[in-house]
Each structure stands twice: as structure tokens, then as C-alpha cells.
């Protein structure tokens, strides 16, 4: 008896074909990712000035410092959508930070996916939810995994910056994050998902 002819093999290269646009579109808004980080990172290791900048109130000298951009651009991703940005991504990424400022290894890293893996799990509520909603969420995020590093470090006996310079970080950095959403919008497509929206193979995401 005949044996019947089996078309298994052929439904796979019909389906990835049929996928393979919507993820070549996953893959290049991940290494659009990747390279916003790698450029941010660039940026703040070229010295802007030789002379630091410092803000006086009366008696008070605050030196200024810059806001945790990358940190705000990752969280927006994460928040808005999750699957561009996966967690070996985010930890590659975070880990190079380390590297390249000559943090702890990983300490902050680690710290980032915490949060990052928190927001994620929360990807869908952050869909109807009001913009100063999610505001809220990342700032709280932030000044979470701030506390928790400044901690850490103490407790490692670790030179720290001061705090003055910290705390005005952590509100530059919440503060920029709207910013980093309208930029990641309508530059680089960084939406909401949309209800109904499908992903590369038909699913509802």
C-alpha cells in the first residue's frame, strides 16, 4: 500500500515566509536598540567640557550631571514594547555600561533587568493606562533600583558619588522620561500595542 505523501516538510518554509517580514521588523527595531544605547554611551564618555559644571545657591555648590538616558530609553521600550527588547539584550547592554564606566560588574546590570522584568510583566496594563500612570510606575522604578544600588554599594564599601549628585540624577532622569517616549514614537515607531494587534505569526500580543 501506498504510503501517504506527507506535506509537513513543506508547511514551514509557506510559514516563515508568511512571518518573516514582521520579524526582520523585531530584529531591526532590536538593534535600533542597541545602537541608541551603544550612541548614548559614546556620547557621555566625550567630554563635554574641561571645566565642571556647578549651579550656586548662596552657599550651596551643586555640581551638575547628566540624566541616565539610556536608562530612560530602555524603560520606555520595555514599557511600551517588551518584545524589542528582550532580557539578554537589556543585560548585554547594561553589562557594557559596567564596563565601559567602571561600575561594579553586573551590579547594575542585575538591578535594571529587576525592574525591567517587573514592567514587563506589567506590559499589558501599561496599554490603557493613563500616560501620568506609567509615569508614575517608571519613576517609582527608578527611584527603587537607585536606593537599592546606592545601598549595595555602601554595604561593598565601594566609593560612591555624593548624594546630592545622585538625587538630582534620579529627578533629571524621570524628569527627561516623557521626553524619551515622544522621541521614541515618532522617531523610531516605539508605540503602544494597539487592541487586535497580531504578532509575526497571527497571535494577539
Known sequence: MARPRCQHHRFPLWYLAMASPADNQ????????????????????VPQSMEPRVISFGTWHLRMVSPDICLAVTLAWVARRP???????????????????????????????????????????????????????????????????????????????PFGMILLQLILTIAIYPLVVVIMHYVFGITRVTPGETGSRGQRV
Open 83 to 161: 518584545k524589542y527588547t528582550p532580557v539578554w539584550i537589556i543585560a548585554a547592554t547594561f553589562l557594557m555600561g559596567d564596563l565601559i564606566f567602571q561600575r561594579p560588574p553586573g551590579l547594575w546590570a542585575g538591578i535594571v533587568i529587576i525592574l525591567t522584568e517587573q514592567l514587563r510583566k506589567r506590559s499589558r496594563e501599561f496599554r490603557s493606562m493613563p500616560f501620568l500612570a506609567e509615569w508614575g510606575s517608571v519613576a517609582i522604578g527608578i527611584i527603587a533600583i537607585t536606593i537599592a544600588n546606592r545601598f549595595i554599594l555602601l554595604l561593598l564599601a565601594v566609593d560612591v558619588a
Open 26 to 45: 523585531v530584529w531591526i527595531k532590536r538593534g535600533a536598540f542597541v545602537f541608541i544605547a551603544f550612541v548614548i554611551m559614546v556620547f557621555q564618555l
